[in-house]
């Protein structure tokens, strides 16, 4: 059985004292974490988390980093909690390991290309501190370096999330040399044999070339010499997987892309490199068009060089990258090399400034061997701080604005999906609608083939689409449900002279619609469902004739409510009448027709004042839909009662719209409950099955 390695302090000899002590308490701390633990190899734990501080050392990452790497799969794996790093490390490495432990429970599972890029994304999002996403991709490369010991079907998948998101990441934030071994490593595991007969067939080649290598190292060594430039020459392997991607890309055959010699020169200084580059194409004759100058131009990662390439002694092609000093340093260690090569004058220009920002204010602060708390804001960067990434139930990722509710996804997954929802599930637990979504949450709008979107979302989406959408919505609805509302009032008060709509000829309709707001038949209708015409008048004008004024020769019948009318339809909020109760409508400016029970005492009021407002409702003899009613309830204040009345109301068949509470410490409590019940029969029958709790002490309905 293999020893438990140790904690070597050499290798972190660039930090100080300290934070070489705070270490070896973090090994501790870890190796009694994971006591017991074996990797798949058979090795204990602890050498994992080990390799992995080791491989961050070599990057120069400081203290915290280096703490975090050698805890970072406590969380994950062992019953230690955030609290207990947090007291025993401080805060900032506490958020270090629960940033690595949140990347660890995401998974990719899309093979899509467009879904790797945003996965790639959320995961920088989430990250945050750029520490995190180094501690991963460390951790990353070490299982990579060890994935031989993993069964073989678990292999393939993290060597194909490897080289879809991992090797990516370090690309973009300029970690070539960890960038190409991710990829290496990947290929390997995932074409192994592809792997070994590419990989035999670049060491033979290697074999025969080496003659000509060598001339052609001289030759340019000569040259630059020659011209009094001092530079460094060296030939340049080329990756086995690039060669490999060369090959199917470009549909090339092995030698045909092997067969290219790559070469490496760096100088001093950025003019040097054009010096360079002129005695170079002095030397052999440039392949035209191939000539790029990152200098000038610098990479999306900041990379630079000149790449350019030329015609060999027999016709070999070459290609030749020309940096300084520190642009190599840069192309290999990408972000790291600020912290490996730190005492060196860097000079950077505007595009690498703005990506490497965050790791210049770290050098200040670590050099100033500072305050933990600013080192940490320094550290910190939204690399998009205007998007949120978030899976759906199928795993496919979406971005949002920053902001972005539960109705903003609804309508990102599908226009009827935001119209139907009703509520939502975020991380498997059920959310309101209004709840701002976070990097990383797994969302799922839940739907039912009767819910319509509410004017109320207005306020706090996010997306165009959803606000678009659900404008349109409510626009139409209304406007279609107010018409045929406006149609019934109208005929309501058309019997009163014993006719039907359908009877009024076109050049009344004509005339009236000319007379009142000149549009159509339909907005006139739309217009009285919204009480912006009264239907008296307008059935006053339709029938009036040449000879004068028409007169009603009977009452006019009651509208009938169906429970159908939707927006062109309140049920007052003061009463909350339900089918069964007596009621009356009013038909008001802009909220088209309300009704109210007929003993509310806001309508008395008002009907003598504007008795034009009011017409005569009654109930449809068996509305289809359920109504909110509310119930005040009065029970002993007892652990459990709440349950208890609840359970009652369901089982009468009623659903709770809302509860409340009055505080009261006294013996009783007052709960407010907002019902849905279907008519007063059904009413009596739940308000029956609360009454017969014994620690209900007072129970009636709400009609005020
Ligand atoms: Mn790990």
Redesign the pocket.
């Known amino acids: 059985m293999a020893a438990v390695p140790t904690l070597d302090a050499s290798r972190f000899g660039y930090l100080k004292p300290g934070d070489v002590a705070r270490l070896s308490e973090a090994y501790r701390f870890s190796n009694a974490a994971h006591a017991g633990q074996r990797r798949q190899s058979g090795e204990p734990y602890i050498s994992?988390?080990l390799a992995?501080a080791e491989i961050l050392a070599d990057w120069r990452l400081d203290g915290q980093a280096l703490q975090a790497a050698l805890l970072?799969?406590v969380m994950e794996d062992t019953s230690v909690t955030k609290d207990e790093i947090s007291d025993t490390f401080g805060r900032p490495v506490a958020d270090l390991v629960d940033g690595v432990s949140k990347l660890?429970r995401i998974e990719f599972q899309s093979a899509e290309f467009a879904q790797a890029e945003n996965f790639r994304k959320m995961l920088l999002a989430m990250a945050r501190d750029v520490r995190v996403i180094l501690i991963k991709l460390a951790?990353r490369l070490?299982?990579m370096r060890t994935l031989e010991a993993v069964p073989p079907a678990k292999r393939r998948r993290v060597a194909r999330e490897t080289i879809e998101i991992y090797a990516p990441i370090a690309n973009r934030l300029g970690l070539n040399a960890l960038f190409h071994e991710l990829q290496e490593l990947a290929f390997a595991h995932i074409y192994p044999l592809r792997y070994r007969v590419l990989a035999k067939a670049t060491r033979n080649a290697r074999g025969n070339r080496r003659e000509l290598v060598g001339k052609i190292e001289a030759a340019v060594k000569g040259k630059l010499a020659e011209a009094r430039i001092e530079a460094a020459v060296s030939g340049r392997e080329k990756h086995i997987y690039s060669i490999y991607r060369k090959m199917i890309e470009k549909h090339l055959s092995f030698s045909e892309v092997h067969d290219i010699y790559g070469l490496r020169v760096v100088v001093k200084d950025v003019a040097t490199c054009y010096l360079a580059i002129g005695a170079l194409h002095g030397l052999y004759k440039p392949v035209p068009g191939k000539f790029k100058d990152y200098i000038a131009i610098p990479k999306a990662n900041g990379y630079q060089s000149i790449h350019t390439a030329l015609i060999g002694p027999f016709g070999v092609p070459l290609e030749v990258q020309v940096r300084t000093e520190s642009m190599h340093h840069l192309a290999e260690a990408g972000v790291a090399s600020h912290w490996m090569y730190k005492d060196e004058a860097t000079s950077l220009n505007e595009l690498q400034k703005k990506t490497h920002q965050w790791l210049q204010s770290l050098l200040e602060i670590q050099s100033h061997s500072g305050d933990s708390q600013e080192f940490l804001e320094h550290v910190k960067v939204d690399l998009f701080p205007d998007e949120v990434y978030v899976f759906t139930p199928k795993g496919r990722i979406l971005s949002l604005p920053r902001g972005a509710t539960a109705v903003d996804f609804a309508y990102a997954v599908h226009t009827d999906i935001g119209n139907r929802c009703v509520a939502a599930k975020v991380n498997g637990e059920l959310v309101p609608l209004r709840t701002e979504l976070r990097n990383g949450d797994r969302v799922e709008a839940i739907t039912t083939g009767y819910a319509k979107p509410n004017p109320a979302w207005l306020q706090y989406v996010r997306t165009a689409r959803a606000r678009s959408n659900i404008r349109h919505f409510l626009k139409t609805m209304q406007y279609e449900e107010s018409a045929a509302l406006g149609e019934r009032l109208l005929e309501q008060a058309l019997k009163g002279y014993g006719v039907t709509p359908a009877e009024i000829n076109q050049a009344s309709w004509e005339r009236v619609t000319r007379e009142t707001i000149g549009v159509t038949k339909v907005q006139l209708l739309a217009d009285i469902g919204l009480g912006k015409q009264l239907p008296a008048v307008v059935a006053r004008r339709l029938m009036m004739r040449a000879e004068g004024e028409a007169r009603p020769h009977a009452k006019p019948a009651s509208v009938v409510i169906r429970g159908t009318e939707g927006m062109a339809m309140q049920l007052a909020s003061c009463c909350r009448p339900i089918p069964g109760d007596a009621i009356v409508g009013s038909i008001k400016k802009g909220l088209g027709l309300v009704v109210h029970t007929a003993e509310c005492r806001h309508v008395a009021r008002s009907r003598r004042a504007e008795p034009e407002q009011w017409i005569d409702v009654e109930w449809d003899r068996q509305p289809t839909r359920m109504f909110q009613c509310a119930i005040k309830v009065t029970v002993a204040n007892q652990r459990g009662v709440l349950a208890k009345v609840a359970s009652a109301i369901a089982e009468a068949g009623s659903n709770i719209d809302s509860i409340s509470m009055e505080e009261d410490r006294s013996v009783y409590t007052t709960m407010l409950f907002v019902l849905e019940v279907g008519n007063r029969a059904h009413l009596a029958r739940v308000l029956r099955s609360i009454r017969r709790l014994s620690e209900v002490h007072k129970l009636l309905r709400v009609r005020d």
């Open positions: 994992h988390p992995v970072h799969d660890d951790d070490h299982n």
